[in-house]
């Protein structure tokens, strides 16, 4: 029987929380395709070739007072555009710079229509001197006069160049770790691939075999393909098949810097773009892997959901933080005991090897109970039903999945290498029990799909026996932001009710400390008081 033991921490309070612990970095790679052909230029009859398109274009350079907004950031390599309107300037062009917007390692700024007043919400830096841009839509002539901003500005000062939209939600850490993987002086051009769609198939003037990067999920580009590109904006902006914004930059990028939208299928994932399903950013309808492997996720429409968004992958980040201060205090431990000194403080507690052998009961009373569970059916002995089999509740069953998914994480962050892959399948049967000392522990026999690349492709199901800890750590307050059921009230991991008259025990260690007790005492009469107060009043 082949064991792996993966640890995890215990998600917080909050239960809604606990379908989504996560936080590993994830290994993802996109596997960039690199065509430098020959440029060559469309000959075909454009759409749209007068000459109010390119009135705005300055080809000598920016009049006196178009400069770029302040405040960036030292560390800077990413620069982002966002195109937006004037009327969303308050709303959807707010929320992006107050969540992911701020944290971009470099800067950001929106585009609005020309106004000569220079007005723009406070502190929110918009670009809006650029004559001849208005709020039409398509955005074509602002998205292509933007690029030339970016270059004429900035050519030098940043790596990186991303094309985005007001309703787009990016990860910026991790398109901070993902662009630093790669190298910025080669031609690229990153994002989701768009073909058009099927009734426009062959209109758009697409050679064939030819794609561009989607406009909603946002566009990168590499300082190299926008040093091609820009010299020739109004010549691009002269020659338009389509009505459609992100075609034409496409064609324009494939034109002058010879590449295509990367191909990698898994942009479909990382670039996340759902129109149909995943309406207004609401992050209930999205996926464990979604969340895990998205950088960008759109449409966000509504301001809210880019907050409530932003309030997810904070508290993701966090719980990956809190993994590896777990992982820190295990080394800080592991080092005391080499040196053979006692670890002192959290690292006498949190720091120790999860093992599922470590606490030994003294007696029988406190011999922790494995509970058996099915994908349907937990069995064993429930003080509160009485009942000995009983269903699953969906939150048992997320918290599964998604340890679950965390252990095909781990296994497949070393995929490259290893050349094969595991996709988690069903779970057979599992045990599960909760230790005070050390939190959840899952034994877990699960379906996997193995994927095989080495000689020639092969896919097998294989069973897989794991062994899973969510670590307890430091006491931490949350807010619990779910609707239905307040943490007093709501179902416990069992889909049991628990209730106000349970007997709550406190231990409290007395040894020379009758002042702290006295006060403690006090303490509790007073809140009890009060509580006994409430439920009456
Ligand atoms: C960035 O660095 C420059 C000098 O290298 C310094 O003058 C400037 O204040 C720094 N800006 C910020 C925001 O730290
Ligand atoms: C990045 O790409 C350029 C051009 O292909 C090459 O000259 C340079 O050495 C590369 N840098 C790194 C760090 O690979």
């Not at 201060?325 to 040196?339: M, P």
Request: charged share 25%; with cysteine; glycine share 6%.
């Amino acid at each position: 029987m082949e064991m792996h033991l993966f640890d995890l921490r215990l998600s917080r309070k909050t239960k809604r929380t606990v379908s989504f612990i996560s936080g590993v970095i994830i290994g993802f790679w996109i596997a960039l395709s690199m065509m430098t052909h020959l440029r060559d230029k469309y000959e075909r009859c454009p759409v749209s070739s007068t000459s109010e398109w390119t009135s705005g274009v300055p080809e000598q350079g920016w009049q006196a007072g178009y400069g770029p907004t302040s405040l960036e950031n030292n560390q800077s390599h990413i620069y982002i555009g966002v195109i937006t309107a004037r009327k969303y300037l308050d709303s959807r062009a707010m929320a992006v710079y107050k969540t992911w917007g701020k944290q971009v390692p470099g800067k950001v700024e929106f585009f609005s229509t020309y106004d000569a007043s220079g007005w723009s919400p406070a502190g929110l830096p918009v670009v809006s001197s650029i004559p001849g841009i208005d709020d039409t839509y398509p955005p074509q002539k602002k998205s292509f006069l933007m690029l030339k901003y970016m270059h004429d500005f900035y050519i030098d000062k940043y790596d990186w160049f991303i094309r985005a939209d007001d309703d787009v939600y990016i990860r910026v850490d991790k398109l901070d770790r993902f662009l630093r993987s790669v190298n910025s002086s080669k031609l690229l051009y990153v994002g989701q691939p768009g073909f058009g769609k099927d009734d426009e198939f062959g209109k758009l003037g697409l050679r064939e075999e030819g794609n561009y990067c989607m406009r909603g999920p946002g566009m990168i580009m590499s300082r190299e393909v926008l040093r091609r590109v820009a010299p020739h904006i109004s010549w691009c902006l002269r020659n338009l098949y389509s009505s459609h914004e992100d075609v034409e930059i496409g064609r324009c990028i494939k034109t002058f810097a010879g590449v295509d939208c990367t191909w990698a299928y898994d942009t479909r994932d990382v670039f996340f773009n759902d129109y149909k399903n995943y309406h207004m950013g609401r992050i209930e309808e999205l996926g464990i892997s979604i969340i895990n492997r998205a950088i960008t996720l759109h449409p966000n429409k509504r301001p809210e959901y880019q907050y409530k968004l932003h309030n997810k992958f904070q508290s993701l980040r966090l719980d990956d933080l809190n993994e590896r201060v777990l992982a820190l205090y295990r080394e800080s431990n592991h080092i005391s005991g080499l040196l053979q000194q006692p670890p002192t403080g959290l690292a006498l507690t949190l720091g120790r090897q999860p093992s599922l052998t470590s606490y030994r009961p003294r007696h029988v009373h406190d011999v922790l109970v494995w509970e058996f569970f099915t994908r349907r059916k937990m069995y064993g002995y429930s003080s509160k039903s009485g009942q000995p089999a009983r269903g699953v509740s969906r939150l048992m069953r997320e918290a599964i999945d998604s340890a679950m998914q965390k252990v095909v994480e781990k296994i497949n962050s070393g995929s490259a290498r290893s050349r094969r892959t595991v996709k988690y399948n069903d779970l057979k049967y599992g045990y599960w029990r909760v230790s005070p000392l050390v939190g959840l522990q899952y034994v877990l026999q699960s379906f996997l799909t193995l994927r095989e690349y080495h000689h020639g492709r092969r896919t097998l199901t294989v069973r897989k026996h794991v062994v899973v800890q969510q670590s307890f750590q430091s006491v931490q307050f949350t807010e619990d932001d779910s609707e239905q059921q307040s943490s007093f009230t709501g179902d416990n991991l069992n889909g049991e009710r628990t209730s106000h008259d349970d007997t709550v025990h406190i231990i409290v260690p007395l040894t020379g400390r009758t002042a702290s007790f006295e006060r403690f005492m006090e303490n509790y009469e007073k809140t009890e008081s009060f509580l006994v107060d409430s439920r009456w009043t």
